[in-house]
């Protein structure tokens, strides 16, 4: 079976998520604590290796203090641009 999981939409999330805890001057326990999520799943959001549920995103969102909506105008662009880097293979 093929896997759902786009690598590139992965590192764009992983991108985004780590820029905003880091603007709001959390580490990634603060921000775990401030979206009752636990520090090791951040951990694994912030290097591409875990996807969030919906209901682990708008934890995040309110951790963030950020509206999805906001959250994932700038995911999408972010991962525009990870696509456009993305070399060709054929």
């Known amino acids: 079976m093929r896997s759902t999981?786009?690598?590139a939409l992965l590192k764009?999330?992983?991108a985004e998520?780590?820029?905003r805890r880091a603007a709001r001057?959390?580490?990634q326990e603060e921000l775990g604590f401030?979206?009752?999520l636990n520090r090791t799943f951040i951990a694994k959001l912030e290097t591409g290796t875990s996807s969030p549920s919906l209901t682990s995103l708008v934890l995040l969102c309110n951790g963030l203090e950020t509206d999805p909506a906001e959250l994932m105008h700038s995911l999408m662009k972010r991962?525009?641009?990870e696509l456009r880097a993305k070399p060709a293979t054929g």
């Open 17 to 19: 998520l780590k820029a």
């Open 25 to 27: 001057g959390f580490n």
């Open 12 to 14: 764009a999330f992983a």
């Open 34 to 36: 401030a979206s009752g």
């Open 79 to 81: 991962y525009r641009k």
């Open 5 to 7: 999981q786009d690598p």
